[in-house]
C-alpha cells in the first residue's frame, strides 16, 4: 500500500525558507511522476512542482526561481526547497505520486503539511 508523509511545514517571515520532506512507502510500481500541490483556504489545489520520470520539471510560474523540487529514489523521498517565501505562498502542501498500476496512472496523496507565511 502506498504511503505518503510530509513533513517540514511551520510558520515562516516573508522571504524566509522552508524545506519539505515526503517519504514514500510502498512504491512497488513504476513511478511516472511525483510532485508537490498546494491548496490554500477558498481556492482549489494547484501544482507547484513536478519531477517526471526521464522527463522534464515542471514549476508554476509563481514559484520559478524560489522553489526547487528534488527527488532521491533511493531512499524513496522528495523535497521541496522553497526559499524567498511570500505571504501568498501560504497553504497546504501535498506530496503526490502517479504511478503506472495495472496499465493506468493512479494518483496517491500525503495528508499535508501547513506552510503559514506571516511577520
Known amino acids: 500500500q502506498v504511503r505518503l508523509v510530509e513533513s517540514g511545514g511551520g510558520l515562516v517571515q516573508p522571504g524566509g525558507s522552508l524545506r519539505l520532506s515526503c517519504a514514500a512507502a510502498g512504491m512497488t510500481f513504476s513511478i511516472n511522476d511525483m510532485g508537490w500541490y498546494r491548496q490554500a483556504p477558498g481556492k482549489q489545489r494547484e501544482l507547484v512542482a513536478r519531477i517526471i520520470t526521464g522527463g522534464p520539471t515542471d514549476y508554476a510560474d509563481s514559484v520559478k526561481g524560489r522553489f526547487t523540487i528534488s527527488r532521491d529514489d533511493a531512499k524513496n523521498m522528495m523535497y521541496l526547497q522553497m526559499n524567498r517565501l511570500e505571504p501568498e505562498d501560504t497553504a497546504v502542501y501535498y506530496c503526490?505520486?502517479?504511478?503506472?498500476?495495472?496499465?493506468?496512472?493512479?494518483?496517491?496523496w500525503g495528508q499535508g503539511t501547513q506552510v503559514i507565511v506571516s511577520s
Open positions: 503526490n505520486v502517479a504511478l503506472w498500476v495495472q496499465g493506468s496512472i493512479r494518483d496517491y
